[in-house]
T-cell receptor
């Protein structure tokens, strides 16, 4: 169990640019979640996958955001035409199926928009 | 819909003193509840979980929490604070309807004074 891995850890970009983040979950976990955390707040749910199927998206996930999990393993989160308000920590988590299964988090990708 | 309220955005205790971090939840179904800890620039680490077994749950690093249905509470305690406990703590409830996504409180920053 190597834990959840996220890359990059930090991303600085100019407003209007596109960015892509990667998440590698714990290998035996079939569920993968993305959350966004702004300063002084708890994480907020963005979307989740059961294997390769994206089963729910939050209203926070505007049409500039897209997430994929093509083979049910790693996932990518892309933000197009970044805006100042996108500056946040993006956290990935994975778990086994079942509501009692805890989610294991990666260290996150911190996005800063200049 | 599920929600979580953490009373006190900042808590300060002396080293060796009791730690009490408060969490109240709202849920239309029997909840699964979690406490996570976050150190600066890191992801969230699971401290403990309640999944309808024993109401007193023991976690890592000497922390424990008690589920009280009548009070809709799940407060986190530790008998004796250590300097290394200084961090931000999040209470979360699992949304069993929507893929077990976690709904987090706003967090409590714990400061430990020497």
């Amino acid at each position: 169990d190597t834990g959840v891995s996220q890359d990059p850890r930090h991303k600085i970009t100019k407003r209007g640019q596109n960015v892509t983040f990667r998440c590698d979950p714990i290998s035996e976990h079939n569920r993968l979640y993305w959350y966004r955390q702004t300063l002084g707040q708890g994480p907020e749910f963005l979307t989740y996958f059961q294997n390769e199927a994206q089963l729910e998206k939050s209203r926070l996930l505007s049409d500039r955001f897209s997430a994929e999990r093509p083979k049910g393993s790693f996932s990518t989160l892309e933000i197009q035409r970044t805006e100042q308000g996108d500056s946040a920590m993006y956290l990935c988590a994975s778990s086994a199926s079942g509501g009692d299964q805890p989610q294991h988090f990666g260290d996150g990708t911190r996005l800063s928009i200049l | 819909a599920q929600s979580v309220t953490q009373l006190g955005s900042h808590v300060s205790v002396s080293e060796g003193a009791l730690v009490l971090l408060r969490c109240n939840y709202s849920s239309s179904v029997p909840p699964y509840l979690f406490w996570y800890v976050q150190y600066p620039n890191q992801g969230l680490q699971l401290l403990l979980k309640y999944t309808s077994a024993a109401t007193l749950v023991k976690g890592i690093n000497g922390f424990e929490a008690e589920f009280k249905k009548s009070e809709t509470s799940f407060h986190l305690t530790k008998p004796s604070a250590h300097m290394s406990d200084a961090a931000e703590y999040f209470c979360a409830v699992s949304d069993l309807i929507y893929g077990n996504k976690l709904v987090f409180g706003a967090g409590t920053i714990l400061r430990v004074k020497s």
